[in-house]
C-alpha cells in the first residue's frame, strides 16, 4: 500500500530540501558554538569559572599583599626593638662600669669593707637587690662584698685586658652560673697583679625588657660574649646562660644597619626568626634580638585563614546563585522548547491535515496536485511516461443515499484500501472528493500495461462487500491520461482524465477509457450541458417525442412510449443518453422523471379526450429514480392529476436496474403493480440476468432489445436468441414486444415467430406530440402497410 | 631517716616561726604624717615604684628591709601577694628600662623605726614590737 504509509506517518512535502540541508551544514557547524556559548550548562558553568577565578585571585592577592607587608612589619620592628634593646644594654654596662670605677676611684686608706658601706649609705651603689658588688685581692681571695658571699674565691672570669672583663659567675657550690660578673683591677699598673674589684648581677637582669606582647613565647633577647658563649638568652619566660653558638656565623649573617632584619633559622633551638645581631662599640659583647617568623606571621595567618573562608563562602554562593541561575534558565528554555516543539507537531499535524484526506488518510487534492507536479517535472527529466487514472465510483450516489452516509464512508475506506493493495509501491492513490479516486502511475511502460492495472483495479474493487450485513458490489469507471501526450500540465491532464472517465460511465461504468482528442470534443459538449441541463427544466427545454407500438396481429397501434428530448438553445436536440447519467449524478434525474411522468400522462388523455383510442404510455424510468423513495408517490400523483387509467401507464426498466438490488427491486415492482401500472422490461437480451430469475418479478411485458433485431435477418444467434426471449415470453405470459424494427423483412420475420408488438423507425419514428397525433390519425386512416 | 625528720620538723618550726611573725608586721609611717589608712594596692603602687606619692598628693619614700629578711618575706607575702623571686624580677626589668629605682632597704626594723619616725615622707614595715610613739600604723584594707 504506497499511499497508505503516507497515512501512518507524515514524510517531508518537499523532498528536494535534503540537499539544501548538507549546504548548510558547514554554516551551521560554524554558528555552532556560539550556539553552545548560551546554552545554560555551559553558559553558567563558564560563568561560574570566571567568577570562581576572580574571587581566588582577589583573594591571593590580598592574602599575598598581606603576607608582604606583615613580613616587612616584622623585619622593621626587628630593627627597631634592637636598637632600643641595644641602648638600654649599652646603658646598663655603662653604669656597671662607671659603679666600678667609682669603687676604684673611692678606694683609699680605710678598710675596703668601709668605702664599700660609705658609698652604699650615700646611695652610690646600683640597689642591692640585684647588685652585688666585691672586692678581691690581687690573689682572688674575696676582700669585702656588699652581700654575704658565699665563696671565698672570685671565680669571675679574669681577662687580661683593659677595661671591663665580662664574664659569666661559675658557682662552684650550686653549679648555676647565672650571674654575670663585671670587673676592673684596682690598679692601673698593668705590669702587677693587683686587686680587683667585681659587680655581680642576675644575667636575667640583661633580658628583663622582654615584652611578650612584641617578643611572644619564641621570640629571643640574648647577650653574646666574645667566645661565642651567649652570656644570656631568653625566650618566653625560659631564661639561659652559658650556650655556645657559633660567633661568626651569627653576625656575619646580619643584615647592614637599618636595613630590614631578615629571616634566619636560629642555630640553638632551630626556630625561624628576624633576626638582628649586633656587636656592642664599648663592650666585648653582641646583643640578639630575634621575633619567630611564626608568631609574627600568625596574625597575617589568622587573616589569610579569614580570607580563605570568607573566599570560600563568596565562591559557595556564587556558585549556588548561578546554579540557581542555570536551572532557572534550563527549566526556561526545556519549556521554550517543550512549547517550540508543540507547535512543531501541531503545525506538522496541521500539515498533515491539510494535504491528506481525513477519511481514508489518502493524500488529498492539494497534496495530489504537488505531487503530480513533482512526478511530470521528474518525468520530463528522466523522458519516462507517466499515467493518470482518474476514478468515479458508479452509483456511489445511491448506496450513499440509501443506506447513509456511515455506511458510504466505511466503502469509501474500504475501497481507499483495495486501491491501495491493487497498484505498486511507487504508485500514488490520492482521494479528490465525494467518490473521486485518482491514481498516479510514474512509470509506465505502455498502453497495454495501463490497461492491465485498470483492469486489476477494476477487478479489486468489483469484489463484492459486506455493508451493514448485506452483501454488495461496487464498480468504478476510470478514465486514463498519459504524461506528455494527452496534456503537458496537471490541470490538462486533469482534465483529460476526467474526460476519459465520463467516457466510461458513458461506455455502461465499470470500465477503463483511454483519453483520445475525438473524447475532448464530446466531453465540450458534455460540459456545456451540465451547466445548462440544471436551468433547462425552468427554462422548458425538455419535451417528450413518442413513438407508437403496434399490434402484430392487427395492425394498429395500440401504444405509445414518451420518450425524453432535451431542446437545447444552442445544441439542439439532445437525446437523453447524452445527459441521463449527468441527471443521475447530480440528482436532476428525480424532476425532470417526475415532469415526464405528468407530461406523458396529461397527453395520453388529452389523446383519449381528442377521440382517440385509450393507447398504453411507456414511460422509461432511470436506474436512480426507480430506487428514489419519491417514486410510487410521483406516479400516483400523475394518475390522480391527469385521471389517466392506471393500466394504460407501462413503466419500462431495465434488466441491470433490476440486478443491482434485487429485493429491492422486486418490492418496487410489486407496489407499482398494487397501482395497477404494468410493467416492462426495456433492453431485454443485453443484462446479465438469468433467464430463470424473471420469474421473481411480477412483469407483464419484456422489449426485445434492437440490437438484436436489426441483425436478425443476416445473423443466426441473434434469431435463435430472439424466438428463445418470444418463446420465454410466451410461456410466462408476458406481452414480447420487439424494438427497432426498420424493415418489412423484419415484420414478417416477427409476425411468423409470433412476436406481440412491434416498434420501430419502420412504422414510426419518435415523432413531438401533435406530429405523432398526426401519424396516428393517418394509420388510422389509412392502411397496415404490407 | 631521722636527718629527713629532722628537716620536716625544722621546716614546720620554720612556718610557725613566720607565722608568727607575719602576724606581727605592720605597715608604719612617722607620726607627723596624717595618713591613716591605704588600700593594698595603693600600697602595692607605692612599694612597686608605680607611684611616688601618697594618695594625698604628699610626696612618699618607701623603705624596705633587707632581702630575705623575715619582715621582709612576710610583708610582700601578705601585703603584696609577692614572692620575693617576683619582686625582683619586677625591679630587674624597671632598673633595666631606666624607669626606677628600688626602696631603699635598711640593715634592721630599728634603723627603719628610725628612718620612718624622722621623716615625714617615710612609709616602712616592721614587727609591732618595734612600734613606738614616733611611728603610726597605717591600716591597710
Known amino acids: 500500500m504506497p499511499t497508505s504509509t503516507n497515512a501512518c506517518g507524515w514524510w517531508p512535502l518537499i523532498d528536494r530540501t535534503a540537499p539544501a540541508n548538507a549546504e548548510t551544514d558547514r554554516t551551521t557547524s560554524k554558528r555552532s558554538w556560539s550556539h553552545h556559548l548560551v546554552e545554560p550548562v555551559v553558559l553558567f558553568t563558564g560563568l561560574a569559572l570566571l567568577a570562581l577565578a576572580a574571587i581566588w585571585l582577589v583573594t591571593l592577592n590580598l592574602v599575598e599583599r598581606e603576607r608582604l607587608a606583615a613580613d616587612r612589619r616584622a623585619a622593621l620592628l626587628a630593627v627597631d626593638m634592637a636598637e632600643t634593646y641595644e641602648a638600654q644594654i649599652v646603658r646598663a654596662l655603662r653604669e656597671i662600669d662607671t659603679t666600678l670605677k667609682l669603687v676604684r676611684y673611692s678606694l683609699d686608706d680605710r678598710p675596703p669593707h668601709e668605702t664599700l658601706e660609705d658609698l652604699r649609705q650615700r646611695g652610690m651603689l646600683p640597689p642591692a637587690l640585684l647588685f652585688e658588688v666585691r672586692i678581691s685581692d690581687a690573689s682572688g681571695s674575696i676582700v669585702t662584698s656588699t652581700h654575704d658571699t658565699i665563696p671565698e674565691q672570685d671565680a669571675s672570669p679574669a681577662f687580661e685586658q683593659d677595661g671591663m672583663a665580662i664574664g659569666l659567675d661559675h658557682q662552684e657550690a650550686s653549679g648555676e652560673d647565672n650571674r654575670l660578673a663585671f670587673s676592673r683591677q684596682l690598679a692601673d699598673d698593668e705590669q702587677d697583679e693587683s686587686g680587683r674589684a667585681t659587680l655581680l648581677v642576675d644575667a636575667s637582669y640583661f633580658v628583663s625588657g622582654y615584652e611578650q606582647e612584641t617578643l611572644g613565647e619564641q621570640g629571643v633577647l640574648a647577650l653574646l660574649g666574645a667566645n661565642g658563649t651567649f652570656l644570656v638568652r631568653r625566650s618566653g619566660d625560659t631564661v639561659r646562660t652559658g650556650e655556645q653558638v657559633d660567633h661568626d656565623a651569627l653576625l656575619d649573617g646580619n643584615s647592614a644597619l637599618d636595613e630590614p632584619a631578615r629571616v634566619r633559622v636560629s642555630e640553638w633551638d632551630g626556630v625561624r626568626r628576624y633576626t638582628v645581631a649586633r656587636p656592642l662599640f664599648e663592650f666585648p659583647v653582641a646583643i640578639v634580638l630575634g621575633l619567630s617568623e611564626a608568631e609574627q606571621m600568625g596574625a597575617v595567618e589568622a587573616l589569610e585563614q579569614t580570607y580563605f573562608r570568607r573566599a570560600a563562602l563568596t565562591s559557595l554562593i556564587a556558585l549556588c546563585v548561578l546554579a540557581l541561575l542555570g536551572r532557572l534558565s534550563w527549566k526556561l528554555r526545556r519549556t521554550q522548547a517543550r512549547i517550540l516543539e508543540e507547535r512543531l507537531s501541531h503545525a506538522r499535524r496541521a500539515e498533515y491535515l491539510a494535504f491528506h484526506d481525513n477519511l481514508t488518510g489518502l493524500p488529498n487534492r492539494a497534496f495530489f496536485s504537488h505531487l503530480l507536479t513533482n512526478h511530470m517535472q521528474q518525468a520530463r527529466r528522466y523522458d519516462k511516461p507517466l499515467a493518470l487514472l482518474f476514478l468515479d465510483l458508479d452509483r456511489f450516489k445511491a448506496i450513499n443515499d440509501s443506506l447513509g452516509h456511515d455506511a458510504g464512508d466505511e466503502l469509501l475506506q474500504e475501497v481507499s484500501r483495495r486501491l491501495g493493495q491493487a497498484v505498486r509501491e511507487s504508485d500514488t492513490v490520492a482521494r479528490l472528493g465525494g467518490d473521486e479516486f485518482v491514481i498516479l502511475l510514474p512509470e509506465t511502460s505502455g498502453p497495454s500495461q495501463i490497461t492491465q492495472v485498470a483492469n486489476k483495479i477494476l477487478a479489486a474493487v468489483g469484489t463484492p462487500f459486506t455493508l451493514v450485513g448485506q452483501e454488495f458490489r461496487i464498480t468504478v469507471s476510470i478514465g486514463i491520461a498519459r504524461y506528455p501526450a494527452d496534456g503537458e500540465d496537471e490541470q490538462t491532464l486533469m482534465k483529460h482524465a476526467d474526460v476519459a472517465m465520463y467516457h466510461a460511465k458513458e461506455e455502461g461504468k465499470n470500465n477503463a477509457q483511454f483519453y483520445s482528442e475525438q473524447l475532448k470534443s464530446d466531453s465540450l459538449e458534455r460540459l456545456a450541458l451540465e451547466s445548462s441541463l440544471r436551468k433547462a427544466l425552468e427554462r422548458q427545454e425538455f419535451m417528450l417525442y413518442y413513438q407508437s407500438k403496434l399490434d402484430m396481429q392487427t395492425g394498429r397501434i395500440i401504444g405509445m412510449e414518451a420518450l425524453l428530448r432535451w431542446q437545447h438553445p444552442e445544441l439542439g436536440l439532445v437525446l437523453p443518453k447524452h445527459f441521463i447519467s449527468l441527471a443521475e449524478e447530480n440528482g436532476l434525474i428525480v424532476p425532470i422523471g417526475r415532469w415526464v411522468l405528468y407530461t406523458a400522462c396529461r397527453q395520453n388523455v388529452a389523446w383519449q379526450k381528442a377521440g382517440f383510442p385509450a393507447l398504453s404510455m411507456a414511460v422509461n424510468l432511470s436506474a436512480r429514480q426507480f430506487l428514489e423513495d419519491g417514486l410510487l408517490r410521483d406516479i400516483e400523483g400523475a394518475l390522480r392529476a391527469t385521471g389517466m387509467a392506471p393500466e394504460l401507464l407501462e413503466v419500462e426498466i431495465t434488466e441491470s436496474m433490476m440486478m443491482l438490488d434485487m429485493p429491492r427491486a422486486v418490492g418496487i415492482l410489486h407496489e407499482l403493480r398494487k397501482l395497477g401500472v404494468r410493467i416492462a422490461i426495456d433492453d431485454f437480451g443485453t443484462g446479465y440476468s438469468s433467464l430463470s430469475k424473471l420469474k421473481a418479478f411480477p412483469l407483464d411485458t419484456i422489449k426485445i432489445d434492437g440490437s438484436f433485431i436489426t441483425d436478425l435477418v443476416g445473423s443466426a444467434s441473434d434469431r435463435s436468441l430472439t424466438e428463445a426471449i418470444i418463446d420465454l415470453g410466451r410461456n410466462l405470459g408476458l406481452t414480447v414486444v420487439a424494438e427497432g424494427v426498420e424493415s418489412a423483412a423484419q415484420v414478417d420475420y416477427l409476425r411468423r415467430k409470433a412476436c406481440d408488438q412491434i416498434q420501430g423507425f419502420y412504422m414510426h419514428e419518435p415523432q413531438p406530440a401533435d406530429e405523432a397525433a398526426l401519424s396516428m390519425r393517418r394509420r388510422i386512416d389509412g392502411a397496415f402497410p404490407p | ?141
Request: charged residues 20%; aromatic residues 8%.
Open chain 2, 1 to 141: 631517716m631521722p636527718s629527713r625528720l629532722k628537716r620536716i620538723g625544722c621546716s614546720l618550726l620554720l612556718c610557725l616561726v613566720s607565722s608568727v611573725a607575719l602576724a606581727e608586721v605592720v605597715v608604719v609611717v612617722s607620726a607627723q604624717n596624717p595618713l591613716a589608712k591605704l588600700t593594698r594596692s595603693e600600697l602595692a603602687d607605692l612599694y612597686l615604684g608605680r607611684t611616688s606619692r601618697f594618695p594625698n598628693g604628699q610626696p612618699a619614700t618607701p623603705v624596705d628591709h633587707r632581702e630575705n629578711s623575715p619582715a621582709y618575706l612576710a610583708f610582700y607575702r601578705e601585703y603584696l601577694g609577692q614572692t620575693p623571686a617576683q619582686v625582683k624580677m619586677h625591679w630587674s626589668r624597671l632598673i633595666f628600662t631606666g624607669r626606677g629605682q628600688p626602696p631603699h632597704s635598711l640593715p634592721d626594723s630599728k634603723a627603719l623605726a628610725d628612718f620612718v619616725g624622722e621623716n615625714a615622707s617615710a612609709i616602712g614595715y616592721l614587727d609591732d614590737a618595734h612600734l613606738d610613739e614616733r611611728l603610726r600604723v597605717v591600716a591597710i584594707d
